[in-house]
């Protein structure tokens, strides 16, 4: 009887042939069970109740807050930033509101517009930061109508599911930005006879997505199967917000806002501002850019990026966190260089981007023209400071391939 009670009740090993085996009321377990006990339960608790995930309330984000902390990394922008922050602070209060009665808000997709190099995806990415909820970004360009080669529109939701680590329950109250949704607009204004498997196709095959319904998601992304096995989406809680520079978009909203009336002009008529037109867009202008009717009144929410200007381009130098210029300034210290600018250089790089029309990207590449030298020469040298003056910057511009370029 006693050596009975001395093996392990559970895997029967004797005493003799284990490190601790611990006493209970009517038998005994050794230290290897009791390892593998707390693993079941350790796997069970982090696998069980989705229910009380989905329950909890997500913590809310006012607008104003969300838009200040877009302030400490895109500079400018306010409208986009207010429209982008009041839609993802009424997605955070769908997914949290009470849907016992009869009244069921709908989510409100948005599309912003912009010239390249505005802020679209920097605003995207910023967005990420802050939320609780997963957020991927998918790039249009890449995607075909089925059974073509490219990306299914499913691919989308494919990337969504691996931010929220193949949580379903987490990605169906996601969101998700598409970029360069300008890229997929049909090739003209007519429907297409043939296929149009990268535009006016894909636009279609967004149609089910953006609207709501189940989808079957390929669970690695990419083409689809027969023998895959599919994961199962609901999109109705998940909002879309899509940007595009819709390149040529102004020469559309030139001609609906400078129609004149025939004979006198009315006292009211409205004064257009030839170098912003982009405030005055509306569904119309998009839907004759190229966007299905269909797609475009899923998309209640428009909203446009100003063109940058020379004050808010040498602003996004300096002034935000993750600035060019303390980019710079950190790549340098790490080699134990104190990096400086005088105001005359900045202005230069900035007088630079706007010649070339590449928005806050060319301030990039303007940069890496001037530094390049300074960078491969200097970390060898015992050279600790380095100060970059107007003069220096044109010199070091000129000599790149980049001045070779002609103006646009």
Not at 316 to 345: C, H, M, R, W
Request: proline residues 4%; aromatic residues 6%.
């Amino acid at each position: 009887m006693t050596e009975k009670k001395s093996n392990c009740s559970f895997c029967g090993l004797p005493r003799e042939e284990v490190k601790i085996l611990i006493a209970g009321v009517t038998g005994h377990i050794c230290e290897n069970c009791a390892k593998q006990a707390n693993q079941i339960v350790a796997e069970e608790f982090s696998a069980s109740p989705p229910e009380n995930n989905v329950q909890k309330k997500l913590e809310l984000k006012f607008p104003i807050e969300i838009k200040e902390k877009l302030d400490e990394y895109v500079i400018g922008q306010e409208e986009a930033k207010k429209v982008l922050s009041v839609a993802v602070y009424n997605h955070y209060k769908r997914l949290n509101s009470d849907t016992s009665d009869d009244v069921e808000i709908e989510k409100s997709n948005v599309v912003l517009v912009g010239r390249t190099g505005t802020g679209k995806t920097l605003l995207a990415k910023t967005i990420a930061k802050l939320l609780k909820v997963p957020f991927c970004i998918a790039d249009a360009t890449v995607l075909t109508q089925a059974g073509y080669v490219g990306e299914d529109v499913e691919s989308v939701l494919s990337r969504l599911l691996q931010v929220a680590d193949y949580d379903v329950e987490a990605a169906e109250r996601g969101i998700v930005f598409i970029d360069e949704i300008d890229k997929i607009a049909r090739k003209d204004d007519n429907p297409s006879i043939t296929r149009d498997v990268s535009g006016e196709g894909v636009q279609q095959a967004l149609l089910k997505l953006l609207e709501g319904s189940e989808v079957n998601v390929p669970p690695q992304g990419g083409r689809k199967h027969p023998e895959q096995k599919m994961i199962q989406v609901n999109t109705k809680g998940i909002l879309f917000v899509c940007g595009g520079a819709f390149d040529g978009i102004e020469k559309l909203i030139a001609q609906r806002v400078n129609r004149q009336t025939i004979g006198f002009s009315t006292s009211d008529q409205m004064n257009i501002d030839n170098d912003s037109l982009l405030q005055y867009i509306n569904a119309t202008d998009i839907k004759n850019f190229g966007l299905i009717p269909e797609l475009v009144g899923r998309f209640p929410v428009l909203s446009y990026l100003d063109p940058l200007d020379p004050n808010a381009l040498k602003r996004i130098l300096t002034e935000p966190k993750n600035s060019l210029v303390k980019q710079y300034e950190k790549i340098f210290k790490i080699d134990g260089i104190k990096l400086s600018f005088e105001q005359k250089a900045l202005d230069f790089m900035v007088t630079k981007a706007i010649e070339y029309k590449l928005g806050a990207r060319g301030l990039r590449s303007i940069c890496e023209a001037v530094l390049t030298d300074a960078m491969f020469e200097l970390p060898s040298t015992k050279v600790k400071t380095l100060k970059v003056t107007e003069a220096y910057a044109k010199g070091k511009f000129n000599k790149s391939k980049m001045s070779k370029l002609k103006v646009a």
